[in-house]
Every structure is written in structure tokens, then in C-alpha cells.
């Protein structure tokens, strides 16, 4: 209709009378070559208009277009800190524009990053779709034996659906939308869970879904005096200024897409010496976060009512796969560790085996295997009351932990002053080097590979903060008495 309307206008106006405004004819002319020539320079106009909005666009936000690699990058770290219920691909593409600069050009590629990112996350819930921990699990299968084993009574499973509701949830407040705050308990362990509800299709009834976590209660009082100061970051759009450590694995910090600001509450892992955001968590918008802190005193009055925390902060994430007890230095199990007193606490009374805490759930220990003789630097996880090793460590011969022992003083200084280019090699492609993430240095002790003529960090190693590094330096003399005693 604008098309034709806009001939009519060409058409009836004369060739020496251009720049003057004629109201349109409510008759086309009948005149086919005028039409076809206005419509042909009509389009040409249009083509020439959109490329002047290019030229303009691309000499506003800084001239180059964005590079596929810079993009596929960036998306990466930006897409496991959405909520993909309010994002959509075109606000994820104005989000790269903006920080990036003109992206026209990758808008395929964005669009095939984000679905397999979407399709990653469908096979990763693929076995517990609706729910996401452990506690929850097990409640269904509790709900299928007492249902009974039989598949064909449909009666039987909307009992066992309404079961899986709110079981073993004593405590629901709305946040915002579909957020909700709930109090569970999970093998004698009280949780405080921030998570997104949907409604069952069948039933009609809120269940909670896979997108939340699931707090023990010592990382909900880690949480709770930094709400008011997380909501002050959030609307004073403050990114990245506030990083609340919750666990050794668990951060709130605040994030922000499309212009809007969010508490992220979430699980991360490590990659290369880096913190990385992981997929377990959920982003709580102001309006949310107003009513979790109206909530926040009645819930630390129901999980702890004299303020002391009741779990440890070691208890390992609900929803966490059990982890395996890591191979020895060459294969085989580690046997679990008692408790270990804190570093630089005396060598009096101190075993070995136990180890030195160094805080977040990481410890040093001397170790034996196979006959060998190891200072082991490993991250611990709580499963039953009991400590035990994870999979995320090292273990060092006496002349490779010799080798840190007498360049402490160099690795400190280097970390004081932020020396990122420092790296001291232990040998066998094992280095201990420096990294930052979120502003926070880290001190790694890992082992390398090498591919493309480069080495590369790999899964082996413990990256620790500044604290945890000078708790290593302090237990230096009683791991050295530990190593001479064995």
C-alpha cells in the first residue's frame, strides 16, 4: 500500500516541480514505463538509504565491525549469566552492539551459538528435567515407592506428581515472577532455596524448577549482611564492584544485560586458573531482591535462631553430583582426611596426614602412596559428617614442594605487587604461576600440557587466594617437620 501510494505521489508530480508536495491521486496512472522507472528509483533510494544508516552506524560506535572471534567470546561468557526466560536473541544481539560495536555480519553466528547453548543445557537436564538437586530427587523416588511400581494407574502418578510439589518445604515466599524462597531440610541439613518455579500442566500446581540453588545455612549467613549492599550495587549499576564469596564454589556478585541490572547467586568452577560462572543459579532482578531482604530476618530466625550457623561450610552443594574420592598420585583412592587444624596453629600435636587448613575448604597434607613420600595440596567437600578429598588438587614430590618452599618469598612479593608475568618451574610441566579473575589474584600450583608448541594449565592444580597462599607459607616449617618425620 506505501508502496503504491508513494508512486502515485511520483507520478503525478512534474519533473521541473520536484522539491514541491503534492497530495497523492486516488488513481494510479495507468502509464506502465513511468510506474516501472519511479518503482526501480524508488528502490534504488532505499538500498542508498540503508547503506548511509550502515556507514553511520559503524563511524558512531567506532568504525570496524566486531570480530567473529571477539563475539563467539564474548557470547560465551554472557550467555550462563542470563535468564533465558526474559532474554531473547535480539536482546542479546543489542547487548554485543553495544559493548562490541556494529555485529551485522554475526548475526548467524550468534544465532547458532545460542542454540547450542540452549541444546548443551536441554542435555544436561535431560535426566531430572524439572528438578536440579539431589534433595529433589530423592523425593520423587521416595514418591515412587510409595506409589508402587505399577505404570499403568494414572491415579498413581498425579498422586506422585502432587507429591513432588512442595514436599519437605515447610517455608514458600513469592519473591518476584516466578522466584520463590523456600526452607527444605536434606539429610538433617536445613537449606535455604532461591529457585524458579513453573505450574505442572497437569495438576496446576508451582513446582520448583531447575534454575536456582540451594543454600546450606552458614553460606546463607555469609549471604545475609551483604543483601542490603548488593541492592545498593544494583541501582547504582555498580558491575563487578561487589563479589560476595559464599563458599569456595559459590559467589553473589551483580551482573548486568540489556540495561538491567541483577544479583547473580551462583555455583562457579574453575577453568584455567579462572572462576567461571556455571549454569546452577539464579538472577534476582531489584523488585526480587526487595523482597528477599524483607524476608531475609525471618528466615535467619528459622534456620538459625541464635545467629550461629548450623551446617558447615563445607557441606557440598544439593543438587551436586556425589563426587569420587580422587586417584592417589599415580592411581588408586585417597583415603578420607580428619579434621586439620588451621594453619600456623603449631607443629606440637599436628599429624601429617590430617594437614593444615588454608581456608575455602583447602588443605595441605604429607601423604604416602605407593611408597612415596607427597606434601598433597587438595580441595575437600563434607559427605556424611566426613571430610573428603576432591578431585580439584596436586600432589608434589619433596623436591618439587622444596622448590616452592625456598621461592616463597619471590611468589609472595610477585603477588603483592601484581606481577602476573611471574611463573616458577617445578619441573615435568608443572609450574606455579599467577592469574586474576573478577579482580581477585590467584596463586595457582598446576600441571601443564603442551599442544601447538604451547603449554597449556590443565585439570591438576589448586588455584589460591592471597590468604590462602600466605596460610600455605605459614605451615611451610610444620610440613617440612611433617616430611623429615615420615
Known amino acids: 500500500i506505501r508502496l503504491r501510494a508513494t508512486l502515485s505521489l511520483l507520478c503525478a508530480a512534474p519533473t521541473n516541480q520536484s522539491r514541491k508536495v503534492y497530495a497523492a491521486p486516488t488513481v494510479v496512472p495507468s502509464n506502465p514505463t513511468a510506474t516501472l522507472y519511479f518503482r526501480d528509483r524508488l528502490r534504488l533510494g532505499i538500498l542508498a538509504h540503508r547503506r548511509n544508516h550502515r556507514q553511520a552506524t559503524a563511524k558512531v560506535s567506532?568504525?570496524?565491525?566486531a570480530s567473529a572471534e571477539a563475539v563467539a567470546a564474548r557470547l560465551k561468557e554472557l550467555l550462563p549469566t542470563l535468564d533465558l526466560d526474559q532474554a531473547t536473541e535480539r536482546s542479546i544481539r543489542q547487548q554485543l552492539a553495544a559493548e562490541l560495536g556494529p555485529?551485522?555480519?554475526?548475526?548467524?553466528?550468534?544465532?547458532?551459538?545460542?542454540?547450542?547453548?540452549?541444546?548443551?543445557?536441554?542435555?544436561?537436564?535431560?535426566?531430572?528435567e524439572d528438578y536440579a538437586t539431589e534433595e529433589e530427587e530423592d523425593e520423587e523416588e521416595d514418591t515412587r515407592k510409595t506409589a508402587g511400581k505399577r505404570k499403568g494407574s494414572a491415579k498413581q502418578s498425579a498422586v506422585a506428581k502432587q507429591a513432588k510439589t512442595t514436599a519437605g518445604r515447610e517455608y514458600i515466599r513469592v519473591l518476584h515472577g516466578n522466584k520463590r524462597l523456600s526452607l527444605s531440610a536434606f539429610k538433617g541439613r536445613q537449606l535455604v532455596d532461591i529457585r524458579e518455579f513453573y505450574k505442572d500442566r497437569d495438576t496446576d500446581e508451582e513446582k520448583p524448577g531447575a534454575k536456582g540453588l540451594a543454600l546450606s545455612v552458614e553460606q546463607w549467613l555469609k549471604l545475609r549482611p551483604q543483601l542490603q549492599a548488593l541492592q545498593q550495587a544494583v541501582q547504582q549499576s555498580r558491575v563487578g564492584d561487589l563479589v560476595v564469596q559464599l563458599s569456595s564454589d559459590r559467589?553473589?556478585?551483580v551482573t548486568q544485560f540489556n540495561n538491567k541490572h541483577y544479583v547473580n547467586i551462583r555455583e562457579m568452577y574453575e577453568k584455567d586458573g579462572k572462576m567461571l560462572p556455571g549454569k546452577k543459579g539464579v538472577a534476582l532482578d531489584e523488585a526480587a531482591m526487595n523482597a528477599l531482604i524483607s524476608y531475609a530476618d525471618e528466615v535467619t530466625a528459622l534456620v538459625a535462631p541464635g545467629g550461629a550457623p548450623a551446617a558447615s561450610s563445607a557441606d557440598p552443594a544439593p543438587g551436586a553430583r556425589p563426587q569420587k574420592q580422587p586417584a592417589g598420585p599415580k592411581g588408586g583412592q585417597a583415603a578420607p582426611a580428619p579434621a586439620a587444624p588451621t594453619a600456623g596453629s603449631g607443629t606440637g600435636a599436628v599429624d601429617p596426614e590430617a594437614g593444615w587448613d588454608l581456608g575455602g575448604d583447602k588443605r595441605v597434607r604429607v601423604s604416602r602412596y605407593g611408597g612415596g613420600l607427597y606434601v598433597d595440596l587438595r580441595e575437600f567437600y563434607t559427605k556424611d559428617?566426613?571430610?573428603l578429598p576432591g578431585k580439584k588438587g596436586i600432589a608434589l614430590k619433596p623436591s618439587e614442594y622444596k622448590a616452592v618452599m625456598e621461592q616463597a618469598g619471590a611468589i609472595t612479593a610477585a603477588a603483592t605487587s601484581g606481577s602476573m608475568n611471574y611463573s616458577l618451574d617445578l619441573g615435568a610441566k608443572r609450574k606455579v604461576a599467577l592469574s586474576e579473575f573478577r579482580g581477585k589474584l590467584y596463586v595457582g600450583v598446576r600441571e601443564y600440557y603442551e599442544k601447538d608448541g604451547k603449554l597449556l594449565p590443565g585439570q591438576k592444580g589448586?588455584?589460591?587466594?592471597?590468604?590462602q597462599w600466605q596460610a600455605l607459607v605459614q605451615a611451610m616449617p610444620a610440613i617440612k617437620a611433617g616430611l623429615e618425620a615420615a
Do not use: P, W
Not at 105 to 120: D, G, M, P, R, Y
Not at 462 to 467: G, I, K, N, P, R
Open 385 to 387: 559428617g566426613e571430610k
Open 103 to 128: 555485529i551485522d555480519k554475526h548475526k548467524s553466528l550468534i544465532k547458532e551459538l545460542v542454540e547450542k547453548f540452549l541444546a548443551e543445557q536441554a542435555a544436561n537436564d535431560e535426566d531430572d
Open 251 to 253: 559467589q553473589a556478585y
Open 62 to 65: 567506532g568504525g570496524s565491525m
Open 462 to 467: 589448586l588455584s589460591m587466594t592471597l590468604d
